[in-house]
């Protein structure tokens, strides 16, 4: 499922913020930022393999 992609991308980089950056706590723009970037690193990818799912359905 896509969102679970997208919830677990998130998590690994909050993870790995986290761990870069010990005893910091990410707040407001700064969490969202991190967020984007993991949601714009799976985005594309998820777009489209739901994208092909859907049309494989449709036809």
């Known amino acids: 499922?896509?969102?679970v992609?997208?919830?677990?991308?998130a998590h690994k980089h909050l993870e790995h913020w986290n761990h870069k950056h010990p005893g910091e706590k990410?707040?407001?723009s700064?969490?969202?930022h991190v967020i984007g970037e993991a949601?714009?690193?799976v985005g594309p990818a998820l777009f489209?393999?739901?994208l092909i799912?859907?049309?494989s359905i449709i036809r």
């Open 53 to 55: 799912i859907t049309l």
């Open 30 to 32: 700064a969490r969202w």
């Open 26 to 28: 990410l707040e407001g």
């Open 48 to 50: 489209f393999s739901l």
């Open 1 to 3: 499922d896509g969102a």
């Open 39 to 41: 949601a714009a690193e």
């Open 5 to 9: 992609v997208m919830v677990e991308n």
